[in-house]
Structure formats: C-alpha cells, structure tokens
C-alpha cells in the first residue's frame, strides 16, 4: 500500500492505481480505494472512478460520510443526469446530519451540489434543434489516435495550429489548411521546427497580425511558462519566454490567448492570490512594449478551474472553460462579456457531460477540443454556413434521451483532461529562503491578519499552508528538543501494529486531494483520540506528523518539492504569516478546520 500512496503523493496515477488494485486484492480499505477512484479521475477513466465511488458508498459509507457526493459528481460527469439529480438530493438530506470538524466540509460540498444539480437539470432541456440549426461535426479527418486540442487559427491566411499529443508522443504542433469542408496537413520550410522542439508544447495563439505565436512549454518537471517566437522575413525564429511578470517560475502558466488590438494577453494560472485552482490571469501591454504584472480577472473565476480564454474582438466577449459554473458535465465553455459583465454557458452541441474546452473562431467557423467520444480530446468544427449534421454525431441527442429514460444508462467514454501539474514530490531543505522577523516583533493585531490571510485561502492552498505549517512545527520541536526523535521512535515501536496502520492512515489527511476524503480522516482522528483515551493530544498529532510525513537520517522531516515552491513563490508578509502561526500553535486558536484541539490550544 506505501508504494501506491508514494505514487499517489508525486501524482503518478497510472502507476498508483496498479499498485492500489494489488494492494486492494489482498485487504481492503476505503480509504485507500477513495484514493483509486480519485486516480481513475486523474487519467480519465470515469466509469471505473464510479464504480469505485458506488463500492464506497454502498458498504462503507460510515467510514467516508461524504461520499455520496463523490458518487454523484461522477454520474454527471457520465452524462447520468437522472440518477445524478436523485443522488445530490440525497446527499443534501445526509449532509444535514453531519457534525464536528466534516460539517464545514458539508456546508461547501451542499452549496456546489445545489450548483450541480442546476447543471443537471440545464442540460436535460432538449437540445436536438439547435443542433440541428449549425454545421456540426467532428473534425474526423485527422488521425484519431491522437488526443487533439487547443486549436489556434491564423488571422490571414486561416490556417489551423492544434496541438496533437499521445502516449507516444509528447504534445506539439500539426498544421492544416482547410479545404473543400475539410481540414488537411501540410508542411512548410518556414522555421516551425523552433516551435517543435521535441519538448512538450501546446496551447498556442497568434497576434493580431499573424507574425508572432505564443504557447506552452514545459522542460523537465519545471512548470509550464508561456513563450513565444516571432516570424521575421517570412521565417519562425527561436521562441523566448515572456518575463516574470507573466510566467510565475513556481505554477502553471498556461493557455495563451491575446485580444484583437494586441495589448491585452488573458492566460490561465493555479499561481496563489487567486479564487482556487486555476483562475484566468490577464496582462497589459504598456507603451515600451512590455508585459505590465499579470492580474486576476475576478469577474469570470470561481473556486474550481478557469482555463482556455479567447477573446473575440467582434463581440468584446471572452470565452473561457470552467468546472465551477453551473455546467452539463466537467468543464464547459462559457462566453463573459465586458460591455455588461454577463457570463453565459454556450449549451449544446458546443457543452456535453464531458469536459469541452478550448474554443476558438473565425468568421462563420467555430472550433473546439471535448472528450465526449473517449477519454481523450477530440476536435469539433461548427460552420453556420454548412448546416448538414450527420447522424451518428448526434452524441448529445443520443446522450440525454437515453439518459431521459433510463436511470442506470452509463457510459463508458468521458474525463477529465489531466492536470499539467509536474507532482514530483523530492526532497528539498526546509529551513526557509526568506528572513521571518514575524514572530518576533508581531504587533497586536497580526494574529487576526495571520488568521485572515489563512482563511482567505482555497482549498488547494490551504492542503500546502496545512503541511507547511504542520511540517515546520515539527521542526521546531525536533530542533528545541533532538532526544524527541529517539522517543518517537520508541512510541512508535510500542505501539500495537494495528495502532501504526491507523495512524498512518490518519495521517493520509495532510496528502488528500478531496474534502470527502478529509472530512473522514478528520472524524477518525477525533474517534482514535477518543477510544485510546489520549490525555495528550499534541503526542499523538506528532506521531502522525512524523510517520506521514518523509524524513532524513536526522528525523527532520523534508518538505515536498511542490509544498517548497509554494513557499518560495509567496510574499514575504504570507511566509511571516504562515511562520507565525506554525510557532504559535499552543498559544492561538486557529480556525476549526486546521488539526488542533482547541479547548487545549495546542495542535492535534
């Protein structure tokens, strides 16, 4: 089972779920099969994520109480929106019954399935003759054993830029003309190989007037920057990055997209200071040509993932992919307009109960990328001039009115597009790279803003700032007392086997990509502090601390690649702040969703 977790920790989900089924085979355990489903979501396999989430519920539901919502995200995801709506419903009613430190959890997992039960509902309207009315299709002709998405079409001669990737083959750049109704390949001795360079690139667009090409690159496990190459005398030279005030060198910079004047670039980030997980950024352009420092564009982002914006000068909309709008399935394609701040869902047959994405235009001529023929991108083409629709892709007709009338219609081809996050988890030195005079010399008030800027966090960020604090307390105890090592190793060793796999279990709570899966881990905690009678709580939180977390020879516990960047890439007020209250961890009281017994004031 610790290899499966270890993998399951650096994001390595196909090896993880080998490992998980193995482990699986041989005992059960619900947590440990949470952790499978949540990997079949990674790699897009989401009936297998289902089956597994319906396991959990029907025989294990006292151990996870959430996991009814888990159930029902996946059956919407499916296209199962009947089922889907009974099972939010349900959830609703449970979710009222729930106490202690999993009601928070409850309280935010009732709003977003009242959210989803909308998308539901939105997508049983019957959406056939509106498909009916637009040149539909699948852009077939390009070799299918290729996921394909992010198309970029050039503003003068039309010709179309996509991305293309595989098992095989690492993500780049095919080009097509589209001829006679159809889109064919071609290449050109013009410099594109500076834009292949056999690293993994993708997501691209053009400037206005064609002559330079922004888009993704990733080298190694470094994170994803957004470059760009201009064409000079007919040619593509050498790409370069853009400056720091775009690319975070510690997250994701991704999907590039530039307004129809130039001087304005909207991308996608999970960088901190935004609404939660990825948010659309944008950048201004300023008189000596460069990139001001990138901003949040707060009007279209929520607490769930923002991507792929394209701005369409025409209109003055942007249209962007979101999980966190009321959408049919995953993410959905919205447009936002700027003249009115309105945000609209695109509906059929551009949305389904797959992730869509990546949508783009040009004219009369509408592309996207959506999985909902597999668990890979495929690209769809809209043209308003050519309204023939070919019936066997009528996959959203086919989709709702089986699903209308048949609660237990599945089916098997849907995903989600897994995250470019590199989750390599090394080693790295814990001792931080920024001076802390917080502690210190705090004034009266900064254990209110320390508390503040905590809770102003989502959900992903506070999984880091949880560990970071968690593995820094420990630190200090390691290092105001060595022989603390030695003894823990000693409690360990005495403890009953079955004791150690509890605790490590528990201690599974800091890695957990889920709230479900928190909010149980959270319970079991207060339950093992409770049957073992523990007048000492801040003993038992230090062994699981210990045994959760990776450590060296010395006992001190290493800090993961991801959770050190993090801290690297914020201002120095935030690190003071986390710092803070990581050492005064016995002498505040910290909001209830952090791990500490608050009647003692001291961590759990």
């Known amino acids: 089972m610790e290899r499966a977790q270890i993998a399951y920790d650096e994001g390595k989900f196909s090896r993880a779920i080998s490992y998980y089924k193995k482990a699986l085979s041989k005992e059960y355990d619900a947590f440990a099969a949470l952790e499978l489903a949540e990997c079949y979501e990674e790699t897009n396999q989401l009936e297998e994520a289902s089956q597994v989430y319906k396991i959990?519920?029907?025989?294990?539901?006292?151990?996870?109480?959430?996991?009814?919502?888990?159930?029902?995200?996946s059956l919407k995801k499916l296209g199962n929106y009947?089922?889907?709506?009974?099972?939010?419903?349900?959830?609703?009613?449970?979710a009222k019954l729930v106490k202690g430190r999993a009601k928070r959890d409850a309280k935010y997992l009732t709003d977003l399935s009242q959210k989803e039960i909308q998308g539901c509902e939105l997508a049983l309207k019957d959406p056939v003759v509106?498909?009916?009315?637009?040149?539909?299709?699948?852009?077939?002709?390009?070799?299918s054993s290729f996921t394909l998405y992010s198309p970029a079409i050039h503003p003068t001669t039309g010709n179309l830029w996509v991305t293309t990737e595989n098992a095989r083959q690492k993500g780049n750049f095919q080009r097509f003309k589209y001829t006679g109704g159809?889109?064919?390949?071609?290449?050109?001795?013009?410099?594109?190989?500076?834009?292949?360079?056999?690293?993994?690139?993708?997501?691209?667009?053009?400037?206005?007037?064609?002559?330079?090409?922004?888009?993704?690159?990733?080298?190694?496990?470094?994170?994803?920057?957004?470059w760009y190459s201009?064409?000079?005398?007919?040619?593509?030279?050498?790409?370069?990055?853009?400056?720091?005030?775009?690319?975070?060198?510690?997250?994701?910079?991704?999907?590039?997209?530039?307004?129809?004047?130039?001087?304005?670039?909207?991308?996608?980030?999970?960088?901190?200071?935004?609404k939660g997980g990825f948010d659309i950024w944008f950048s201004v352009k300023n008189k000596n040509g460069e990139w001001k420092k990138a901003q949040n564009l707060e009007a279209v982002n929520t607490e769930e993932d923002e991507v792929a914006p394209y701005y369409d000068g025409s209109s003055d909309h942007l249209y962007f992919s979101s999980a966190g709008h009321i959408t049919y399935g995953g993410l959905d394609i919205f447009s936002y307009s700027f003249q009115d701040?309105?945000?609209?869902?695109?509906?059929?047959?551009?949305?389904?109960?797959?992730?869509?994405?990546?949508?783009?235009k040009k004219g009369d001529l509408m592309l996207f990328s959506s999985q909902r023929k597999g668990n890979q991108f495929r690209l769809y083409e809209i043209n308003t001039r050519q309204k023939e629709v070919l019936a066997q892709e009528m996959v959203i007709k086919e989709a709702i009115a089986k699903a209308k009338t048949d609660t237990s219609f599945t089916t098997t081809n849907a995903g989600q597009p897994q995250s470019p996050l590199a989750n390599s988890t090394h080693a790295y030195d814990v001792t931080p790279v920024k001076k802390i005079t917080a502690p210190a010399l705090a004034p009266a008030n900064y254990q209110e803003e320390a508390l503040a800027y905590y809770e102003g966090l989502d959900h992903q960020q506070k999984n880091k700032v949880e560990r970071i604090m968690a593995t820094m307390w420990m630190n200090m105890r390691l290092t105001?007392?060595?022989?603390?090592?030695?003894?823990?190793?000693?409690?360990?060793?005495?403890?009953?086997?079955d004791q150690q796999a509890e605790l490590k279990r528990i201690g599974r709570y800091y890695w957990a990509k889920s709230r479900t899966q928190r909010s149980a881990l959270a319970a079991r905690e207060e339950q093992f502090v409770l049957e073992h009678n523990a007048k000492?709580?801040?003993?038992?939180?230090?062994?699981?601390?210990?045994?959760?977390?990776?450590?060296?020879?010395?006992?001190?516990?290493?800090?993961?690649?991801?959770?050190?960047?993090?801290?690297?890439?914020?201002?120095?007020?935030?690190?003071?702040k986390i710092k803070y209250i990581s050492s005064r961890l016995r002498e505040i009281q910290m909001p209830a969703s952090v791990p500490i017994d608050l009647e003692n004031r001291q961590i759990r």
Not at 262 to 274: K, Q, Y
Not at 341 to 360: E, K, M, Q, R
């Open 230 to 274: 201009e064409k000079i005398k007919g040619r593509w030279v050498k790409p370069k990055p853009l400056e720091d005030k775009v690319n975070n060198p510690y997250y994701d910079n991704i999907c590039p997209n530039l307004s129809s004047s130039g001087d304005t670039l909207f991308f996608s980030s999970n960088r901190p200071r935004g």
């Open 82 to 94: 009947p089922l889907a709506i009974q099972e939010f419903n349900t959830f609703l009613e449970e």
């Open 182 to 226: 159809q889109w064919f390949p071609f290449t050109q001795e013009d410099g594109f190989r500076y834009v292949n360079s056999g690293a993994q690139e993708e997501g691209g667009a053009f400037s206005p007037d064609g002559n330079t090409f922004f888009f993704v690159k990733s080298q190694r496990d470094y994170p994803y920057e957004i």
């Open 341 to 360: 701040g309105s945000i609209h869902n695109l509906g059929a047959p551009i949305n389904s109960f797959a992730d869509d994405a990546y949508f783009v």
């Open 536 to 576: 000492s709580p801040a003993r038992w939180r230090s062994l699981i601390i210990y045994y959760a977390f990776r450590h060296d020879e010395e006992g001190m516990i290493k800090m993961s690649k991801l959770d050190w960047e993090f801290l690297k890439s914020l201002p120095q007020e935030d690190v003071d």
């Open 130 to 143: 509106e498909i009916l009315e637009m040149g539909y299709r699948e852009v077939a002709e390009i070799d």
């Open 56 to 73: 959990i519920l029907e025989q294990h539901q006292e151990e996870i109480p959430l996991i009814r919502f888990e159930y029902a995200a």
């Open 480 to 497: 105001m007392a060595p022989q603390l090592t030695e003894e823990l190793k000693q409690e360990w060793a005495a403890l009953a086997a």
